[in-house]
């Protein structure tokens, strides 16, 4: 913890008073960002992420350009998968793409644990580096995929459209299933608490896929491991953000699992989304899309995001998903500016 308590971003996830709505991007550091691509050159992004000073200084250019309230770790929610052997590479355009995909009880055995300092030194010295870069305004959030999204990864062998083995694999072997979401929960504990150790201020857990789920089928299959994930971070002090896509029937669900704050695309007003978590903190929820706009369209839609979002304590401004790639570095400025200056909730006077 090296961030101001006072921050912004921190009293706001803590559903405090706020001298500003604070305001972050998902992706905020990537390719939208010129200064990204020409640090970055022709490497991969496993190579950039495994070198701290590249990593911190892509994760810093997002903060220096933008002038928004908190930095994300750059890093990849597969990192702990591939750092402990469980061959995986990130196919540029396509997302993580694993060698052998899990098919029963034999792989489990090839999900090792994860000796954070051993294995991912480079991640924690990325934090390091940023604990002690960073103002005191600009917390840092870490992050880890949760159980099902980054199961979803390792059963259907890459990115996904129906999620047809994963779910075969649940309503198959329900064991298994839960053997695999309980060592990948363990994963995303031991990266997290060393995340924390090193510096990083809060944490979001990506569940990015888990809107695949019926709210049954979430309850029994991805709940109660991303509750304990959530359970062991939120003992350490640090807010936890909790984040899916097309979670609209999820969001009361998500927001008993224990995070401080539920992560809300765009496909859910904010207000509806705000009743559904029962008084937490809500983070979101620009449509990505919309930010392709001029800058006139974007302000208006913000604008109905801000009016949503209230006056009472506890919301962070987002997209409701990354950044697109072809968005307008200069969009996401002038977006900043207008959160700063209108958004009402919780602000104090
Ligand atoms: O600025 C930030 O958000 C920090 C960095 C970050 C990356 N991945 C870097 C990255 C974060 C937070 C992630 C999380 C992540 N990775 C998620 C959850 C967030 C979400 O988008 O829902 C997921 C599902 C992944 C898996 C993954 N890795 C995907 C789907 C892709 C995109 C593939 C592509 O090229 O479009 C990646 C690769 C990746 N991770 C890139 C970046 C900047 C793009 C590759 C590059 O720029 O070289």
């Known amino acids: ?23 972050w991007f998902m992706r905020q550091a990537g390719r939208s960002l010129p200064e990204y691509r020409a640090l970055k050159g022709d490497r991969s992004i496993l190579e950039v992420l495994t070198e701290p000073e590249l990593a911190a200084e892509i994760t810093l250019q997002p903060v220096r350009r933008y002038r928004v309230d908190a930095a994300i770790l750059f890093s990849d929610i597969i990192v702990p998968v591939w750092a402990t052997g469980f061959g995986v590479e990130i196919v540029a355009g396509r997302g993580p793409v694993v060698e052998h995909r899990f098919s029963g009880p034999a792989d489990l055995s090839r999900l090792g644990r994860l000796d954070p300092e051993t294995d991912t030194g480079y991640v924690l010295d990325t934090v390091r580096i940023l604990a002690r870069e960073l103002p005191a305004e600009v917390p840092l959030i870490g992050f880890a995929g949760a159980p099902f999204t980054v199961a979803s990864y390792l059963v259907e062998g890459g990115p996904s459209r129906d999620f047809a083995r994963v779910k075969g694999l649940m309503h198959r072997d329900p064991a298994t299933w839960e053997a695999l979401v309980d060592r990948l929960a363990e994963l995303a504990i031991d990266s997290l608490a060393a995340q924390v150790a090193a510096g990083a201020d809060a944490v979001q857990l990506f569940d990015s896929w888990v809107g695949a789920l019926s709210p049954r089928d979430y309850e029994r299959f991805a709940l109660p491991a991303t509750r304990r994930v959530l359970e ?43 009743a559904r978590v029962g008084g937490l903190a809500v983070q979101g929820n620009l449509d990505p899309g919309a930010c392709l706009g001029p800058f006139e369209a974007v302000a208006n839609e913000a604008r109905d995001v801000l009016r949503r979002a209230g006056t009472e304590p506890g919301h962070v401004f ?21 959160v700063h200056a209108e958004g009402r909730a919780g602000r104090v006077q």
């Open 1 to 23: 913890m090296t961030a101001a308590p006072s921050a912004p971003f921190l009293a706001a996830c803590r559903c405090e008073p706020v001298a500003h709505t604070p305001v």
């Open 232 to 274: 062991a971070i939120g003992a350490l002090r640090v807010p936890t953000i909790l984040f899916g896509v097309g979670t609209g029937e999820l969001l009361g669900l998500m927001a008993s699992a224990g995070p401080s704050v539920v992560g809300v695309d765009w496909r859910v007003p904010l207000d509806a989304a705000r």
């Open 318 to 338: 987002n997209l409701g998903h990354g950044v697109l790639p072809e968005t307008d570095p200069g969009v996401l400025g002038a977006l900043v500016d207008l």
